[in-house]
């Protein structure tokens, strides 16, 4: 099991910018996904972002929603996740969490929670007006 740590969440104005952080321990030596995800308030958590760590090429994958305005990374060596969110939106507001444990196989999708075994505590991003 992967013990994940975010931090980063916080209260920006629309248009500003948050960085979030996850920390995953142990990290992976396999090429996985980690994801981020969000819940909305009264909606079912999405996938925002995921990208392919420990020996894949780290290539990533955006919700509609975000492209242009949120990209993701990771450091294998701090064993690190990161996610950049430019352009706010009081939409963007919600509890974001780290996914770990990616289930490869049919049926498996990275933007689908099913699809992780692992998952940090949240952390929360409001976004105002």
């Known amino acids: 099991q992967v013990q994940l740590v975010e931090s980063g969440g916080d209260s920006v104005q629309a248009g500003g910018s948050l960085t979030l952080s996850c920390t995953a321990s142990?990290?992976?030596?396999?090429?996985?996904?980690m994801g981020w995800f969000r819940q909305r308030p009264g909606k079912e958590r999405e996938g925002v972002a995921a990208?392919?760590?420990?020996?894949?090429?780290?290539?990533?994958k955006y919700a509609d929603s975000v492209k242009d305005r949120f990209s993701i990374s990771h450091d294998n060596h701090k064993h690190t996740l990161t996610l950049q969110m430019n352009s706010l939106t009081t939409d963007d507001s919600g509890t974001y969490y780290c996914?770990?444990?990616?289930?490869w196989g049919a049926g498996n999708f990275w933007d689908l929670p099913a699809s992780y075994h692992d998952w940090g505590q949240g952390t929360q991003v409001t976004v105002s007006s």
């Open positions: 996914a770990a444990g990616f289930t």
């Open positions: 142990p990290w992976t030596s396999t090429s996985d996904y």
């Open positions: 990208t392919l760590v420990g020996s894949g090429l780290g290539g990533t």
